[in-house]
């Protein structure tokens, strides 16, 4: 009987535990919630070239750009919503032949 008691108390124990821990752990990413995100960030774009379209894809935004092909304006830029870093770019070449 005394072992069922202390196993009882024990379990309780844990639980209250465990119940602060999360109640803690909630606290502290609600309180940085508002401190994401990264401000304001450049994206290099060549001269003559225009926003075309934005797509966000998870933790990535995609912006395609149009202008003349011959600036490099033909291309899609991949950037990385947390740090607003460009991750890549998409060159797109007309007429070349697809590597198979």
């Keep these: 009987m005394q072992a069922l008691k202390a196993l009882v108390i024990g379990m309780g124990v844990l639980i209250v535990a465990g119940f602060v821990l999360l109640v803690v752990g909630l606290a502290n990413k609600f309180s940085q919630g508002g401190k994401g995100g990264f401000g304001t960030a450049e994206v290099a774009v060549p001269d003559g070239c225009t926003l075309a379209e934005t797509l966000a894809e998870g933790d990535r ?40």
Aim: charged share 25%; with cysteine.
């Design 61 to 100: 935004l995609l912006l395609r750009l149009e202008g003349p092909a011959e600036r490099g304006c033909a291309q899609i830029v991949v950037v990385d919503l947390e740090s607003g870093a460009v991750r890549g770019r998409l060159r797109l070449a007309p007429g070349a032949t697809p590597a198979e």
